[in-house]
C-alpha cells in the first residue's frame, strides 16, 4: 500500500500561526515513512550541496 502525503508546516502551538513567521529553513521528518517529491531549490547551491553532504556523514541530529 502506498501512501502520499504533503508536507505541512510546522508553528508552535502556543503562539498565534499568523502572527509569527515559520522558519522554513527547518523540515521535520517523523515516523518510517518514506520521503517522495521534488522540491526546487534557489540561492546558494554550492553550500547546500556541502551542508547535506555533512547531514548525511553525520550520526547526530543535524539543525
Known amino acids: 500500500m502506498k501512501e502520499e502525503r504533503a508536507i505541512n508546516q510546522l508553528s508552535n502551538s502556543k503562539e498565534n ?3 509569527s ?3 522554513q529553513s527547518i523540515l521535520k521528518i517523523c515516523g518510517p ?3 517522495k517529491g521534488n522540491i ?4 546558494a547551491k554550492n553550500s547546500a ?3 547535506m553532504a555533512g547531514t548525511l556523514l553525520c550520526s547526530g541530529t543535524c539543525r
Not at 526546487?40 to 540561492?43: D, F, P
Open 17 to 19: 500561526p499568523k502572527s
Open 33 to 35: 515513512s518514506h520521503l
Open 40 to 43: 526546487n531549490i534557489s540561492g
Open 21 to 23: 513567521p515559520i522558519n
Open 49 to 51: 550541496l556541502a551542508a
